[in-house]
Nanobody
Framework: QVQLVESGGGLVQPGGSLRLSCAAS????????IGWFRQAPGQEREGVSC????????HYADSVKGRFTISRDNAKNTVYLQMNSLKLEDTAVYYC??????????????????WGQGTQVTVSS
């Protein structure tokens, strides 16, 4: 069964950290570009970070630059999003997605053709 499964979300205080995982099954992530997106209640899904195939290119939204880090572990067929110095406004459902055009790193959600189910991140004091 081909799927992406996100995990690692939860409740954290402002200034805390979480590491999200995006594990693939039924296919190999190597060769795909991976994007992390988030969607807060009442808002559109927005790009957070992306990583092109072979890790040649990364991109971060201005709102998370310097705080979030995207990485890939091919041996585990998993992509991570390390989130540090979390803020209240980081609260959202976080999704990972794959882009079969692995050569690009896009913040456009329409570029991605396969999505996970999402994991909730809540930053609250």
């Amino acid at each position: 069964q081909v799927q992406l499964v996100e995990s690692g979300g939860g409740l954290v205080q402002p200034g805390g950290s979480l590491r999200l995982s995006c594990a693939a099954s039924g296919f190999t992530l190597d060769g795909y570009a991976i994007g992390w997106f988030r969607q807060a209640p009442g808002q559109e899904r927005e790009g957070v970070s992306c990583l092109s195939s072979r890790d040649r290119e990364t991109h971060y939204a201005d709102s998370v630059k310097g705080r979030f880090t995207i990485s890939r572990d091919n041996a585990k067929n998993t992509v991570y999003l390390q989130m540090n110095s979390l803020k209240l406004e980081d609260t959202a459902v976080y999704y990972c997605a794959t882009d079969s055009n692995g050569s690009r790193c896009s913040s456009d959600r329409d570029a991605y053709d396969f999505w996970g189910q999402g994991t909730q991140v809540t930053v609250s004091s």
